[in-house]
């Protein structure tokens, strides 16, 4: 978006620098693969190509079956979209401030650009803050939902903004999902955890420069790697807020 709602803005970046960065991606000579490429290489089940790439999309704004999917398709680039149910239904509630969303309908759209769908929850709360029952719910519901509108399986889950947790990666197993990815501001290796894929932020800050050097393997630590002091104080203050305040927009 050139003018996103401010809530959003850190995350967001022109399409001008959209083009740049998915330019540096064909350049880099990576290999795109989807979640589904990956969770087959973690679990044995076949090889990545040499040098992959993954590029991932949240929540489901407007933008994603529109110019997103089109600059990507335009480039042969495929991806994974990870859909906040309850921000794209008819009637539907979720924790995320007011944006321009997609629709429920659009989703075999995105399939149709060569687009995997995973499943983003159904509110976008911090689901490590969540008692049992509410956390189930947002994972069995919202890949209720998407199945029923893709008419087929949907395997895989991101956390939203990352926050999970010991008792939710072993949810989400339990719910059927066959990975989830965190975001933990680092690169993926073949020893990841399939249930805390760690990912890249990219922000509006983020230089082409920036993401060369990611596709070359250098500017951020190479998961998996156990966390750290801060993230832990940062999730049990977190849980104590929720405890009061209820469950909280993650973000």
């Not at 007011?98 to 659009?106: F, V, Y």
């Not at 519901?141 to 990666?169: F, K, Q």
């Not at 197993?173 to 249930?195: C, I, P």
């Amino acid at each position: 978006m050139e003018e996103p709602p401010g809530w959003i803005a850190e995350f967001t970046v022109s399409p001008q620098q959209f083009g740049e960065h998915l330019d540096a991606v064909v350049d880099s000579g990576r290999t795109p693969v989807t979640i589904s490429a990956l969770a087959d290489h973690l679990a044995g089940r076949a090889p990545l190509p040499p040098r992959p790439v993954l590029l991932t999309f949240d929540d489901g704004f407007a933008d994603l079956p529109g110019a997103t999917a089109e600059a990507l398709a335009g480039r042969g680039l495929s991806a994974t979209a990870y859909l906040t149910t309850g921000a794209i239904s008819p009637g539907g509630r979720s924790l995320l401030p007011p944006a321009p969303m997609m629709t429920l309908e659009q989703a075999a759209q995105l399939e149709r650009y060569g687009m995997e769908i995973g499943s983003h929850t159904v509110t976008h709360a911090q689901l490590d803050t969540l008692a049992p029952r509410a956390l189930a719910h947002e994972l069995r519901v919202s890949r209720s939902v998407l199945e029923d509108a893709l008419g087929h399986r949907v395997r895989h889950l991101a956390y939203p903004h990352g926050y999970n947790s010991g008792r939710v990666r072993r949810t989400a197993a339990a719910a059927g999902y066959e990975t989830a990815t965190a975001v933990r501001h680092a690169l993926s290796s073949d020893r990841d955890e399939r249930y805390r894929i760690a990912r890249l932020i990219v922000r509006r800050g983020h230089t082409v420069a920036d993401v060369r050097g990611w596709l070359a393997g250098s500017g951020a630590r190479v998961a998996p790697y156990r966390d750290g002091p801060r993230t832990v104080g940062w999730r049990w203050y977190r849980r104590a807020r929720a405890a009061v305040q209820g469950p909280v927009f993650a973000g």
